[in-house]
């Protein structure tokens, strides 16, 4: 992940920062963003790797039937915690801004059937109008077998807006958790898994997030954009379309 890191930092256009040093996993930061004179500060961006899989044994103990995946870690939560606060300290305020993850957090599920433990169709008709929740959830959250604590360290600082995720390729919603939105950020790629069968390429898009500095909250609304809406072939297989013929007298570096 380092390596890979190592290239994105070389792009022109790259805003991302060297990964924060003392704590788990690469690329860990935050983005500051001004407002439109460009001197105070008017939204923020958390970016916090949640790793990949779940190390093979903790005090002995393998992760046997528990979710194999990976998990925040409390200095990452820790991090974010102690920095939103001297970001307040600086501004003499707090700083609105959303956090985006890979690995969904626990919440996502309780979310979706405003329930820890029941999950019945009639938990999520709940939850539907509990938490707002709007788009597809097409197969199970795949969290680490730990809750790092991140929803409630965001929740206690309150300056987080909502926490976005990937991982889980076929999910799309969103939804009010307590304050917080927590949703999926949607798969653009079209090598990844999909739907099945003709279908697989159907939820293929991103998430737009529209931010205006003259509101309260800066963040005024969320929601997916597909890749049928732009009339891109959706055809069920890796590519979308023809590759563009690179120019000739243009070289690829790589």
Known sequence: MRKTFKIYLSYKYNMNKPTVEGITGTGNMNLLIKDSKGKKAAFNLWLLDSGRYAPKTIA???FQGYP???WLRFNQVNWYYETSKKLEKKWRKK????????IPLWEHRFMWYASVDQRADSNHEVALKKHNIVGERNEEECMGPINGGLFSAMLDRGDVKGVFCGHDHINTYVGNYYG???GYAGSTGFGA??????????LRGARVFNLDENTAEVLVETHMVFAKDYGIDLT?????MDPVPLENNKKVKM
Not at 236 to 240: C, I, R
């Open 60 to 62: 002995g103990q393998d």
């Open 68 to 70: 194999t995946w990976d």
């Open 95 to 102: 700083i609105p801004s959303l956090a985006f993850i890979h």
């Open 180 to 182: 917080i939105l927590l």
């Open 193 to 202: 898994y999909g739907l099945p069968g003709a279908e697989r390429n159907r």
């Open 236 to 240: 069920a297989n890796d590519q979308s």
